[in-house]
């Protein structure tokens, strides 16, 4: 240890002295020691004295008492965030008496055609776009409210307790540390960046290739490797805790690597964008946006806990989306899919093979699946417009239209408000439709062999092979 070093530590351990020795308080100082031993040596590259320079940075440093009492108390704030996490993730405690129709009025709860009331509040707007429960949460489009604005989602754009967790401008940062790795035996890679933006690759070359840009360059900041027989692990380096670092991380990933890729990015965007890979690919981002477009992987798993996911051009033996607070959009998809929004709705375009959409607060929008498709929103609206497949749609709060252009297997739809079909003219099929409360509405050209005012069964067509089926509690029912 150098005489400078050891003049910081001194120093530090006096205005340390005060506070219970902790394990989070010993790497503050070790953090403190390194970042003034870094403005010590500046300092003396501009012509100060070891002395001067000491006495200027420790004076620069402050007063540090309130970091030093927060860092003490981390285990007890990060138990009560744990706690609040839970009582945000807890979002669903609307009433669900199964009655809705075009006028059903229970108590406060008034159910039409078009939207879910409590007494004056909307709850489901007439699209689907609004669920309001209160301060607990409230869902308008791409606008996620979650806990009275304790998480607010808009879009890309994330704040908790109002603050943007993501690091901001790191489009212009300064390239510092390049490293390679070689994928000889290898057979999982697991990423880690807690606090930076991530964009995620193809490599051109054999190995996998990390590009670290930063505001201030430092070697403790640059990531740090681990092997262990056939996994490689690549975590962020130090973070600094009273002097900002932005930090943007571009790994690109050779299309020979197998098995498989975990990413976690934790305060920051997440990118994947022109992945070719034979590797099942897993990425999850805490705080922060996941965009993903124009890949080709075998398995892809995205997990977003605060943030908008946005993929488009996606080809993927399987794929599955979690969002708990932000909306999901996908684009182009092939493969078969799983799709599951907490607070936020999901809109599907283009997709080929079967997928399975469950949305929490939000409404479904599908325009244009090819396969068996099987959705629930408990409150919201379901609209799918050119389906070839088949499949079961269910809402708990909002009606459901549909529009059929090919029917390759059964489908099924059950619900409290209203369902709205239209099906392809030169279809057919079999029906089964009937409610307990509400008008019901057939083609002309059906023929009936059971027609009550509230359950009718018939077909259309000659020799059909599928049928739809539609079961609403309360609510009208049409079928053109």
């Not at 005489?3 to 403190?32: C, G, H, V, W």
């Not at 975590?235 to 009273?242: A, T």
């Not at 999901?328 to 493969?335: E, H, K, P, S």
Request: hydrophobic share 35%.
């Amino acid at each position: 240890m150098d005489n400078i070093t050891m003049e910081i530590r001194t120093r530090l351990d006096q205005r340390f002295r005060q506070y219970q020795p902790s394990r989070a308080l010993t790497e503050i100082k070790e953090e403190l020691v390194g970042d003034l031993t870094e403005a010590v040596t500046d300092k003396i590259n501009q012509g100060l004295t070891a002395d001067q320079a000491v006495d200027e940075a420790m004076t620069q440093l402050g007063d540090i008492d309130t970091l030093l009492k927060e860092v003490a108390d981390e285990d007890a704030t990060a138990a009560a965030d744990e706690a609040d996490d839970a009582a945000d993730t807890a979002t669903n405690r609307a009433s669900h008496e199964r009655h809705t129709h075009s006028h059903v009025q229970i108590g406060k709860l008034h159910i039409t055609d078009d939207q879910v009331t409590w007494g004056d509040r909307v709850i489901v707007d007439d699209d689907g776009q609004k669920v309001d429960l209160g301060k607990l949460v409230q869902v308008d489009g791409d606008h996620v409210s979650v806990g009275d604005g304790l998480i607010d989602v808009k879009g890309d754009d994330v704040r908790i307790n109002g603050e943007r967790p993501q690091r901001a401008y790191v489009g212009s940062l300064k390239l510092v540390n390049t490293q390679a790795f070689a994928v000889t035996d290898l057979s999982e890679l697991v990423i880690n960046y807690p606090d930076a933006a991530v964009k995620i690759g193809q490599a051109s070359a054999s190995e996998i290739v990390v590009n670290e840009y930063m505001s201030r360059d430092s070697e403790r900041f640059y990531l740090r490797s681990k092997q262990y027989g056939s996994q490689l692990t690549l975590q962020q380096g130090d973070r600094p805790r009273l002097w900002p670092l932005h930090v943007r991380t571009e790994i690109f990933i050779p299309s020979t690597l197998k098995g498989r890729v975990q990413v976690h990015a934790g305060n920051g965007s997440l990118e994947v964008s022109d992945l070719r890979s034979n590797a099942d690919v897993d990425v999850y981002a805490t705080n922060g946006a996941i965009r993903a477009f124009n890949n080709q992987v075998m398995a892809f798993t995205v997990r977003a806990t605060n943030g908008a996911v946005r993929m488009d051009q996606l080809t993927a033996t399987s794929y599955q989306v979690t969002s708990s607070n932000g909306a999901v959009t996908l684009a182009n998809t092939t493969g078969t899919g799983r799709v599951e929004s907490t607070n936020g709705a999901i809109r599907l375009t283009d997709h080929t093979g079967d997928v399975t959409l469950n949305s929490r607060n939000g409404a479904i929008k599908i325009d244009g699946v090819t396969g068996q498709l099987v959705g629930a929103s408990h409150n919201g609206t379901i609209r799918v417009q050119r389906l070839s497949g088949g499949g079961r749609l269910q809402s708990g709060n909002g009606r459901i239209s549909v529009q059929v252009a090919d029917l390759t297997h059964d489908l099924t739809i059950t619900g409290n408000a209203s369902a709205n079909l239209e099906v392809a003219p030169n279809l057919v099929y079999n029906l089964d439709v009937r409610n307990d409360d509400g008008a019901i509405r057939v083609p002309r050209a059906a023929r009936l062999t059971l027609d009550d005012s509230h359950h009718k069964i018939g077909s259309l067509g000659e020799n059909p092979a599928h049928t739809v089926k539609v079961d609403t509690v309360h609510g009208s029912i049409r079928l053109d």
